[in-house]
T-cell receptor, first 113, second 112 residues
Framework: SQKIEQNSEALNIQEGKTATLTCNYT??????LQWYRQDPGRGPVFLLL???NEKEKRKERLKVTFDTTLKQSLFHITASQPADSATYLC????????????WGLGTSLAVNP | ETGVTQSPTHLIKTRGQQVTLRCSSQ?????VSWYQQALGQGPQFIFQ???????GRGNFPPRFSGLQFPNYSSELNVNALELDDSALYLC???????????FGSGTRLTVV
């Protein structure tokens, strides 16, 4: 069955460092992969979408890579800030009108001042 | 441009009762998806509506049903509530077959 694995342990880093979150998927050939941020009790907020023919995508302090051979995406936050503390979810997705996101459990990130 | 609005924000129901959750999609979006998120878990796909038709369904029993209206707003109905239905229910809207999703803040349902 399709499976998505994200860093199982919470990530604690010091302010100013780069946070790297991992998303591995199996039995899946996604056309896109999306990353979202979720704060407690709130809905996920879209951050970045990367397509299968893109190796890397950037947005301000965020960078996502997508390696379809390794079946892995890495999500980087550079110059991290305490406000970046949240749970980060990855969601690979097939193409087409019948869209269905399958989510990982998320990685909890804590950025310490 | 408004985002996705869900109502109510919190709800407490008794086992066996029925509940209706509502979602107003983002302006310009024609697709609505519903997700169930238990504490500490990722969202689980319930179903999706595209132009008022169900367009995909996850592994949820038939007592979970939905509707999409001509203005693309949507309802999620759950019959015969069970304790395990307690969760955050998320609605997400999107435009057709690609691109990002805009989520509402969710409805926290507690079944006692």
């Amino acid at each position: 069955s399709q499976k998505i694995e994200q860093n199982s342990e919470a990530l604690n880093i010091q302010e100013g460092k780069t946070a790297t979150l991992t998303c591995n998927y199996t039995n899946y050939s996604p056309a896109y992969l999306q990353w979202y941020r979720q704060d407690p009790g709130r809905g996920p907020v879209f951050l970045l979408l990367i397509r299968e023919n893109e190796k890397e995508k950037r947005k301000e302090r965020l960078k996502v890579t997508f390696d379809t051979t390794l079946k892995q995406s890495l999500f980087h936050i550079t110059a991290s800030q305490p406000a970046d503390s949240a749970t980060y979810l990855c969601a690979p997705e097939n193409a087409g009108n019948n869209r269905k996101l399958i989510w990982g459990l998320g990685t909890s990130l804590a950025v310490n001042p | 441009e408004t985002g996705v609005t869900q109502s109510p924000t919190h709800l407490i129901k008794t086992r066996g009762q029925q509940v209706t959750l509502r979602c107003s999609s983002q302006s310009g979006h024609n697709t609505v998806s519903w997700y169930q998120q238990a504490l500490g878990q990722g969202p689980q796909f319930i179903f999706q509506y595209y132009r008022e038709e169900e367009n995909g369904r996850g592994n949820f029993p038939p007592r979970f049903s939905g509707l999409q209206f001509p203005n693309y707003s949507s309802e999620l109905n759950v019959n015969a509530l069970e304790l395990d239905d307690s969760a955050l229910y998320l609605c997400a809207s999107s435009l057709g077959g690609s691109g990002s999703y805009t989520f509402g803040s969710g409805t926290r349902l507690t079944v006692v």
